[in-house]
């Protein structure tokens, strides 16, 4: 029979939770991949959210996540890949935009904002699905690294039995993925998709600035 600490139980369960739902580049990314992919690509950028929580679980019970924790290079690799990917969705979203301004410079010519918005396109990583967007964006987001870490060294009990902490793993990584499955359906009801629908050109743009600033704000903290 487990014996199970109560209060790092409900510790686990509120700090878990806390983290999950605070914004940041994993919900930027399942928003964007929601109101422009659909439904199932959100749960699917969800799901490779939570898988990526599984790799930071699985490093930290092997005693790995206090080393990487510790070396500062770990870190500062992280948080520069992470910025970089984030950045480059930013700019990825801007780019029908960017080109237009570029043809009008060099052209001297009006640019043509009607037909950039009857034919918006979704320039999310082309070759890589909505998973492994979601994958990659929690993977490389050294603050998820820090919270497993944190966690898992000052809330959860050395003495913790190992089934236990792979339960409380298992608990985080569902725990992510419910959330930002949840998101994905509210953002695709019907009627919030009729309104997306109408500012689908403005809502790619103002995600690919949003991920810009968050590529930003993470290269230089």
Request: positive net charge; glycine residues 6%.
């Amino acid at each position: 029979m487990l014996n199970i600490d109560q209060f790092e139980l409900y510790s686990v369960a509120v700090i878990t939770l806390l983290a999950v739902m605070s914004p940041g580049p994993d919900f930027a990314m399942v928003s964007k991949i929601s109101l422009l992919k659909g439904r199932r690509e959100g749960i699917l950028c969800a799901f490779g959210i939570s898988t990526a929580i599984s790799v930071h679980l699985a490093y930290t019970l092997l005693g790995l996540g206090v080393v990487f924790a510790n070396n500062i290079w770990v870190l500062n690799t992280l948080r520069v890949l992470g910025a970089m990917y984030l950045i480059w969705l930013g700019i990825s979203a801007l780019w029908p935009d960017i080109k237009t301004i570029i043809f009008t410079l060099k052209h001297k010519q009006p640019s043509t904002p009607l037909k950039n918005e009857q034919t918006p396109k979704n320039t999310l990583a082309k070759n890589s699905s909505a998973f492994w967007s979601g994958f990659a964006c929690n993977a490389l987001n050294p603050k998820t690294m820090l919270f497993i870490v944190s966690l898992f060294s000052q809330v959860i009990s050395a003495d913790t039995s190992l089934l236990m902490e792979l339960g409380y793993g298992a608990y985080i990584a569902l725990a992510h993925f419910v959330w930002f499955a949840l998101v994905a359906c509210l953002l695709t009801s019907a009627r919030i998709q009729q309104k997306v629908f109408i500012f689908k050109i403005w809502v790619e743009r103002v995600t690919g600035l949003l991920m810009t600033s968050l590529g930003l704000r993470l290269l230089i903290s």
